[in-house]
């Protein structure tokens, strides 16, 4: 499909299959190729789209989640810094979209021991999950347990029960 796209000079067909073989490659684990082909997608994406398109970021976003899943966190960070300062001000066009990459920032500091920053980027993803997703979505609930994950780290137990009695009682409505 990769070469049939490439010979019809279909840059957005050659992207998406591209896009999708690193998400397949991700899946199992093959994550040095699942990055290679998420940056082989950016490439032919910048050649029909603007810089900092929202289908350019989702594929940045992709090379962050892979970076989480091989541990590397520092490598992570960028992608997910860089979805939230391009698309933090239309955060009511996305709402879902911007709370995942905050969510995901928080994680990345919990897990790098930054807990004052994860803090205040966990709670402002839970802000914007309440306020644009509803505290009955599933979204909320992955939310609510990060919040709990960092208040677990920063000592305060009773707040992190509450948030995954809550996130808990969510997926158990929702599945």
């Given at each position: 499909?990769?070469?049939?796209?490439r010979?019809?000079?279909?840059?957005?067909?050659?992207?998406?299959?591209?896009?999708?073989?690193?998400?397949?490659?991700?899946?199992?684990?093959?994550?040095?190729?699942?990055?290679?082909?998420?940056?082989?997608?950016?490439?032919?994406?910048k050649?029909?789209?603007?810089?900092?398109?929202?289908?350019?970021?989702?594929?940045?976003?992709?090379?962050?989640?892979?970076?989480?899943?091989?541990?590397?966190?520092?490598?992570?960070?960028?992608?997910?810094?860089?979805?939230?300062?391009?698309?933090?001000?239309?955060?009511?066009n996305?709402?879902?979209?911007?709370?995942?990459?905050?969510?995901?920032?928080?994680?990345?500091?919990?897990?790098?021991?930054?807990?004052?920053?994860?803090?205040?980027?966990?709670?402002?993803?839970?802000?914007?999950?309440?306020?644009?997703?509803?505290?009955?979505?599933?979204?909320?609930?992955?939310?609510?347990?990060?919040?709990?994950?960092?208040?677990?780290?920063?000592?305060?137990?009773?707040?992190?029960?509450d948030k995954?009695?809550?996130?808990?009682?969510?997926?158990?409505?929702?599945?």
């Open positions: 499909a990769l070469e049939l796209a010979s019809y000079n279909g840059q957005e067909d050659t992207a998406y299959i591209l896009h999708e073989l690193g998400y397949i490659a991700y899946r199992t684990n093959a994550f040095d190729e699942a990055i290679s082909y998420y940056h082989d997608a950016i490439d032919e994406k050649k029909y789209l603007k810089a900092g398109s929202i289908d350019i970021i989702q594929t940045e976003v992709a090379i962050g989640l892979t970076y989480i899943k091989k541990g590397e966190y520092n490598n992570a960070l960028p992608f997910f810094e860089n979805a939230y300062k391009k698309y933090s001000s239309s955060v009511e996305n709402p879902s979209f911007i709370a995942e990459v905050l969510n995901n920032i928080a994680n990345i500091y919990r897990e790098t021991g930054i807990y004052k920053k994860a803090k205040d980027v966990a709670e402002e993803a839970e802000r914007i999950a309440k306020r644009y997703l509803g505290t009955e979505s599933k979204n909320y609930a992955y939310i609510l347990n990060c919040v709990g994950s960092v208040y677990a780290k920063v000592g305060r137990e009773k707040e992190a029960s995954f009695a809550t996130a808990s009682r969510i997926f158990r409505q929702t599945y």
